[in-house]
Structure formats: structure tokens, C-alpha cells
């Protein structure tokens, strides 16, 4: 079993310092600091309907779009009278059970290292006058965290418009429950501040890690043992008394030293097939490469947004079914060194049932997640590109090289799902 405060999916081996938002991919692209077309890929509206809801973009109707709306929403004040706190256990659970009761699927609670704190903010907040390049303060002890999770059949649709609105759809419901719980709080009479898609200020994933909602993949995101890696997530920092949780167990650590089905069906060549972690920021765990992840969807914005891959292939990206409760039931109970012994034919039937590179045709409203080939999007490039599910698998040495990133910028990007993060988080795709 873990010991308390230890996970072990990635590995404190350093100082850590804190990421300055503004030196995070997509602040980065947005100032156009790699180039036009990736700054208008990132800024430009959607020709997609939905894609214009469920994200803010520049240039894009504000009115319409929720996220545009709440991430300028004012802050409420604090009622005066205070709420006492005589139990913190007691107080855990009920702010678990309200945080469930306003549309979180998973909630954990941790101390606020202020590790994960951004030092100076990417993009401004006008109702507390706060510019981009302010520096962050959050004298917070507790940080709740919560994830809000994706449907699974609509994921299985990717890469296509379907698996973006479904991607965008959670991202946007990822907001509310931190939304209502910090306002909660505030009517308790604590101060307390909510983070999620499109207002950050903290990373939101290695505080769930430690929140016990779930281990660090070799994809760089969030595992879940109940949906995978299909939660969004936000976070609540507050000084409301609390008892925190322990990081979890769920075999996530072993599996993907065997697995890399990630890596695999990954089409930028973004996930490594090495079993040596790398250090970053004091911090060993698995790195993506944030240059092809990012690059990738030049190619592709035509045909889909989002590439969610990584998520649709692993392996505990299953619908909530008794044979997945049973699986991840019989991997925390096998002792860590037989592990080895039931994950090897766990794949292998993961393989047999839901294939290599696990996919879904799905038609829906108007669209059809089976594209055809297009002709592709990069400058110089004649090829007529397959649909990703129909090309090859990738294979151990043909990973990507780096281009964009200077390695000290990778620091972070918070958001729902899966944030880039200090502690080796994928890059959100929108």
C-alpha cells in the first residue's frame, strides 16, 4: 500500500519551483511566440457550432459561451458569521457530498502545496482587477479537488467533432461544481477560491493526485480507477478545516510499464516507450512531448480539435461495468512485485476485445467520426493522410523530436481532464 503523502506515479527527487502560467504552451502560442499559425489555430472560432459554445476564443460571440462567462463572474463575499468547525472529518464529508450534489463524479481533498501554485498569472480576472502578469497569492491551507467526468461511448468516437463536443461539453460542467462548492464555502463563512477550465491559477493535477482521486499515467494525465482518464478537473483552495486524503494505489504505476498502449496509438509520436522516467522540476514521472502534441493539430483542425487517443486506448477507459470494478478490484489486492503476472494477460485481453487501438464509428446529429483521408494542413506536406484509426501503430524508437518548447516552459496549463503539468501532465487540446 502507499504510505501517507507518498504517490507513486511520479517521485519528489528536488526543489520544486513554481511554473509561471505565462511560460505554458498555450499562453505561449496565444502570443504568438511560435509562429502565426499556430497562435491563429489557438485563437480563431471554431467553424464548428459547439466548439464555439464550449470555448472561449477571441473573436468569438463572449454572450454565447459559458466558460467566457463564468471566468469573469464576480467573486461573492464572505458572510460574516461564521460556521464553526468542531469535527474536520465530519465537515470532509459533508463538503464531498455537496461537492457530489452540484455534478462532481470524484472528489478529494489535500493540503495546498504552494509548489502548485502558478507565481504570476497568463490571463486577467477584471471583477478583482487582476492583470495578466500579476503575481498569484493563495494563502490557502486546503485544496479540494474534483473531477467531473466525460461520457464514454462519444470518447470512443475520436478524433472527431463528436469526441470534441463531448471533450468541450466537460470542460465547461467541469466549472460548476468548484463554481457552487467556493460559493458554498464563502456562505460558511471561510474564504475560498474555485479554479477550473480557463481560470487556473493553480495545476490542478498533481493536487488530485495527492487528493487520492487517481495516479499519474504514462500519457501525463490523471487515472481514475472508475472512468479512466475521462475527468475533468477543477479545484477549490480554502482555509475551511478539513481532514485530507492519501494518495491511492490502483496499479497505475505497473500497468503502464507493461502496457504503453498510449504510445502506441498515439499519432504524433508525442508518448515515450521508455520505462526511464525523466526529471523535471525536481519531479520523476513520464514526460509527453508537448512540441508534437501540440504541432499535431495543425494538421487536423478541419477534420477534429481534440486528440484524445491516449484516453480512448487505456486500458482503464472503460465503462462503469462489473467486469471493471472486478479488474480493478483484483490489481490493488495483488501484492506490488505478482502484479506483473495479471497485468500481462490483462492486456493482452484488452487487446482481443476492444483491439489495439480501441474505436467506435458513431454517427450523431449531423457528423460521422468516419472521416476520410484529407490532404494535410502542413506547409511543403503532399501527403494525403489516413484517418487516425486507420494508420499504423507506432512502435518503440520512432518517437517524436522536440521543436517548439524550450524545456523550461513546460511547466503547466491548468484545466479539467488533464492539465500539462509539473509533475508531467498531457496538454490540454483546446
Not at 504552494?114 to 471583477?127: D, F
Request: net charge positive; hydrophobic share 35%.
Amino acid at each position: 500500500m502507499v504510505a501517507a503523502g507518498e504517490p507513486r506515479s511520479f517521485r519528489i527527487v528536488g526543489e520544486q519551483k513554481p511554473v509561471d502560467e505565462r511560460n505554458t504552451p498555450h499562453p505561449m502560442v496565444e502570443r504568438g511566440i511560435f509562429g502565426e499559425r499556430l497562435r491563429l489555430w489557438r485563437t480563431r472560432p471554431s467553424p464548428d457550432p459547439f466548439m464555439r459554445v464550449l470555448v472561449a476564443r477571441s473573436g468569438s460571440n463572449a454572450g454565447n459561451s459559458l466558460p467566457a462567462i463564468l471566468t469573469q463572474a464576480p467573486e461573492g463575499k464572505v458572510n460574516p458569521v461564521v460556521t464553526p468547525v468542531e469535527d474536520p472529518a465530519r465537515m470532509a464529508g459533508n463538503i464531498k457530498e455537496v461537492a457530489r450534489f452540484f455534478g462532481a463524479h470524484a472528489v478529494g481533498i489535500t493540503y495546498l502545496d504552494q509548489a502548485y501554485v502558478y507565481s504570476h498569472r497568463a490571463r486577467g480576472y477584471e471583477p478583482n482587477g487582476e492583470k495578466p502578469g500579476d503575481p498569484i497569492d493563495l494563502p490557502y491551507k486546503y485544496a479540494i479537488c474534483m473531477g467531473v467526468a466525460s461520457d464514454y461511448d462519444k470518447y470512443m468516437a475520436n478524433n472527431s467533432h463528436i469526441s470534441d463536443a463531448e471533450y468541450m461539453l466537460g470542460n465547461t460542467m467541469s466549472m460548476m461544481p468548484p463554481f457552487l462548492l467556493a460559493a458554498y464555502i464563502r456562505e460558511l463563512g471561510y474564504a475560498a477560491r474555485w479554479h477550473a477550465y480557463g481560470k487556473g491559477e493553480v495545476n490542478p493535477l498533481p493536487l488530485a493526485v495527492l487528493a487520492g482521486l487517481g495516479e499519474l499515467g504514462r500519457h501525463g494525465m490523471l487515472i481514475h480507477e472508475t472512468y479512466g482518464s475521462r475527468l475533468h478537473l477543477g479545484v477549490v483552495t480554502t482555509d475551511l478545516p478539513l481532514e485530507v486524503d492519501q494518495p491511492v494505489d490502483i496499479a497505475v504505476e505497473d500497468f503502464c510499464k507493461y502496457c504503453k498502449k498510449c504510445a502506441r496509438t498515439c499519432p504524433s509520436r508525442s508518448i515515450t516507450f521508455s520505462d526511464v522516467k525523466d526529471v523535471y522540476n525536481g519531479v520523476e514521472k513520464w514526460r509527453i512531448n508537448v512540441d508534437s502534441c501540440y504541432s499535431y493539430r495543425l494538421g487536423t483542425h478541419d477534420r477534429f480539435h481534440n486528440c484524445l487517443w491516449c484516453v480512448s486506448s487505456c486500458c482503464y477507459n472503460k465503462r462503469e461495468a462489473w467486469y471493471h470494478g472486478l479488474t480493478i478490484w483484483l490489481l490493488k489486492r495483488t501484492p506490488v512485485p505478482l502484479r506483473p503476472l495479471v497485468i500481462k494477460p490483462l492486456v493482452w485481453l484488452d487487446d482481443l476485445l476492444w483491439k489495439r487501438r480501441p474505436y467506435k464509428p458513431t454517427k450523431w446529429l449531423d457528423y460521422d467520426s468516419n472521416v476520410q483521408g484529407v490532404q494535410c494542413g502542413h506547409a511543403g506536406c503532399a501527403i494525403l493522410h489516413e484517418p487516425p484509426h486507420k494508420k499504423r501503430l507506432q512502435r518503440p524508437g520512432r518517437e517524436a523530436p522536440s521543436r517548439l518548447f524550450p524545456s523550461d516552459s513546460l511547466g503547466g496549463s491548468g484545466r479539467g481532464a488533464a492539465a500539462r503539468s509539473d509533475v508531467g501532465a498531457k496538454v490540454p487540446s483546446a
